[in-house]
């Protein structure tokens, strides 16, 4: 597990990357303070949208488990 120390663009694009097995630019992603976590991430890429854990874990949001704090996001 990668442990995220910084909330850098690159490394956050690095770890998504491993998770999807795609290619990952950081200039691709949005990155965003999870407000629900302390040292949590909000990602979004593409039409798809992650939580990043202060421990370097990816889970992907679904429309299932998704919540008003992720349409905000996805509006942004």
Do not use: C, H
């Amino acid at each position: 597990m990668d442990i995220i120390y910084a909330a850098e663009k690159p490394s956050i694009a690095k770890v998504l990357e491993d998770y999807v097995k795609e290619s990952v630019e950081p200039d691709e992603i949005r990155v965003r303070a999870n407000p629900n976590e302390t040292g949590s991430f909000l990602i979004g890429w593409r039409f798809r949208r992650y939580v990043l854990s202060p421990n370097g874990q990816i889970v992907a949001v679904n429309a299932e488990n998704r919540s008003s704090r992720f349409s905000t996001y996805a509006a942004s």
